[in-house]
């Protein structure tokens, strides 16, 4: 199952599927006065893993998945290619009773590209649910989402949707195309 922060132009079935998704959401806790500061990609993914190491409890396990970090020079992106490295992996993956949950993080602003879409939708197909976050509430929310043992963190997030969504899951019996 996939959820979505972001998306992109898709052609087809598989973009009117993925607008009608929408992702876990946690209350916004920006206050009035306080400036929202634009956050880099690399810096989303420093504070995703400290809040990762510290909120998951064990036997759940993460891992990064850091393919897609910068460019790689050509001998490298070639061994790893024949080593059996698949462009459009999520950022992250979390195991916990014998299931996978991916998260792709994306700064503000930044968007799924044409790869990743068709990854998302082959591990959809997989059974592996993938969720793209802009920040560390929509991970929380993926956590309390998918039932994955955390830490709570008192008033920080919450497991119900905003009022209007609903959670970020493709329904029943809807096969995604690509």
């Known amino acids: 199952m996939v959820g979505w922060g972001v998306a992109e132009r898709l052609e087809g079935c598989a973009w009117e599927i993925l607008q009608s998704i929408t992702p876990p959401r946690c209350p916004n806790r920006t206050s009035p006065t306080r400036q929202t500061v634009k956050v880099s990609e690399a810096d989303l ?7 990762l190491d510290w909120i998951l409890l064990p036997p759940a396990l993460w891992t990064t998945f850091p393919a897609g970090w910068g460019k790689l020079g050509k001998a490298t992106a070639g061994r790893l290619r024949g080593a059996g490295l698949k462009a459009g992996f999520p950022d992250l993956f979390i195991f916990f009773s014998g299931r ?3 998260i792709e993080l994306k700064a503000e602003g930044g968007q799924v590209s044409k790869k990743q879409t068709a990854m998302f939708l082959r591990l959809y197909e997989a059974g592996v649910r993938v969720y793209i976050c802009k920040n560390t509430d929509d991970v929380i929310g993926v956590l309390e989402q998918e039932s994955l ?6 008033q920080w997030s919450t497991s119900e949707p905003r009022s209007g969504e609903r959670p970020s899951t493709i329904p029943q019996g809807v096969s995604p195309q690509v």
């Open 45 to 51: 993914h420093r504070s995703v893993a400290d809040l």
């Open 100 to 102: 996978a949950t991916g």
């Open 149 to 154: 043992p955390h830490r709570k963190v008192g």
